[in-house]
């Protein structure tokens, strides 16, 4: 299951936003500039989803109590939160808008899952909510791959 994690978290370290509102507009005039920009908007996001992904795995070693995950789980959404902002105040190619809609709803799911770690009951939901979290990332990455592709961007590997 660590594994699942860590290779989910390496992933959204390029791919992870939240929020379900989309209101972007058309803007860049190039793909290279908004590829640019689309770039320079994950390098936050990308600390912060290695962050979590190290406390995670020194709360996983401590048998810390799900309760004492809300600290980072905390950091982190709100980290997804401000990123996902980002990416709606922006303007985007018109031929991008849709992308970055379907970046900004997908990874709300992925802040949704990260979300409920620290309200978990018991061990017995660990296996559940890795498999949401696997699921949910395995789709963040694959939505941020398409705005990559649209800006000319190479793609993010999810393994």
Same mark, same amino acid.
């Given at each position: ?24 507009? &058309? ?27 190290? &406390?995670? *795995?020194?709360? *996983? ?40 809609? &379907? ?7 992925? *802040? ?48």
């Amino acid at each position: 299951m660590k594994k699942v994690f860590v290779a989910a978290a390496a992933a959204l370290s390029v791919a992870a936003a939240a929020t379900s509102a989309v209101v972007v507009s &058309a803007g860049p005039a190039s793909a290279s500039a908004a590829g640019a920009q689309f770039t320079a908007d994950r390098v936050a996001l990308s600390v912060a989803s290695s962050t979590f992904s190290q &406390a995670f *795995e020194a709360w *996983e070693r401590s048998g810390g109590s799900y309760a004492g995950a809300s600290s980072f789980v905390n950091a982190y959404v709100s980290a997804m939160e401000a990123q996902d902002h980002k990416l709606l105040s922006q303007s985007w190619p018109a031929g991008t808008i849709a992308d970055i809609d &379907a970046v900004v709803r997908g990874d709300a799911a992925v *802040e949704g899952v990260v979300g409920i770690l620290s309200g978990l009951a018991s061990s017995s939901s660990d296996t559940d909510w890795f498999i949401a979290y696997s699921q949910d990332a395995s789709t963040a990455v694959a939505d941020a791959n398409i705005v990559r592709h649209d800006l000319g961007l190479p793609l993010a590997s999810y393994s």
